[in-house]
């Protein structure tokens, strides 16, 4: 839910665009905060908390690789890449770095609003809410144990948690929740992405390569987060 206290970071070096951006933005009720270079939006993150980052890679100076893997040590915000940049290559690279999500210029408002709404969209429980057993899932008892709470939206290694981004999140929330079953990429993109990345499905194979890397022992031989070869992925309980 959008709400004056829901504080985004719009980096865009072009001022028009960046204008632009901010009077919708405003009119759907975040709290922005414009910065034209990344040096600026490193500024911004070292000075108070965002809920949100809007980031163009083409900028003057540093780059928008280079500004999020600065950024994520310091940020959980969710970060939408919006960019010209419409390789696989590039998209693959983003998301590997730690953003969330990518859209390609031009593109429409609407799709860049959804896509920021559906990044907030993380449940948090309140006092007086009670947790149900299925909203906690043991997914290997062997070392560990290792722990998902969806209902607090935490994963956690014999006690210590272990952070994941908004996506990964949601990924792990719908393989945890259909644990045992094949789920192809294309089930994967409409459960976690809302509508579906309108590009190209390695990007499913992307956030699995990081999940793996909170999940597995050895994340190049997996035993939780397993490929099953030609038809998509499926999380093993062990």
Do not use: C
Request: proline share 4%; no cysteine; aromatic share 6%.
């Amino acid at each position: 839910m959008v709400t004056m206290t829901t504080r985004l970071l719009l980096l865009e070096d072009d001022s028009g665009l960046r204008a632009s951006l901010r009077m919708v933005l405003e009119d759907e009720g975040y709290d922005v905060v414009e910065a034209e270079d990344a040096e600026r939006a490193l500024e911004v993150i070292a000075g108070s908390a965002v809920d949100l980052m809007l980031v163009d890679l083409m900028l003057g100076g540093m780059d928008g690789f280079s500004f999020i893997q600065r950024a994520r040590p310091h940020s959980e915000a969710p970060i939408v890449v919006v960019s010209a940049r419409d390789g696989v290559e590039d998209i693959v690279t983003a998301l590997e770095v730690g953003a969330d999500d990518y859209v390609t210029k031009p593109f429409l408002v609407d799709e860049v609003k959804a896509r920021l709404k559906a990044l907030l969209r993380r449940p948090v429980l309140g006092p007086t809410d009670v947790r149900k057993p299925a909203d906690v899932f043991l997914l290997d008892r062997r070392a560990g144990p290792l722990v998902f709470d969806r209902g607090a939206a935490v994963l956690s290694r014999a006690g210590q948690e272990i952070h994941l981004t908004n996506t990964e999140f949601k990924l792990l929330s719908v393989l945890a929740t259909n644990a045992g079953r094949v789920l192809s990429r294309g089930s994967l993109l409409e459960h976690v992405w809302d509508r579906g990345f309108f590009g190209d499905e390695r990007i499913v194979d992307v956030h699995v390569r990081r999940l793996r890397k909170k999940l597995e022992g050895d994340p190049s031989a997996p035993e939780i987060l397993v490929t099953v070869r030609g038809l998509g992925y499926r999380l093993d309980v062990r």
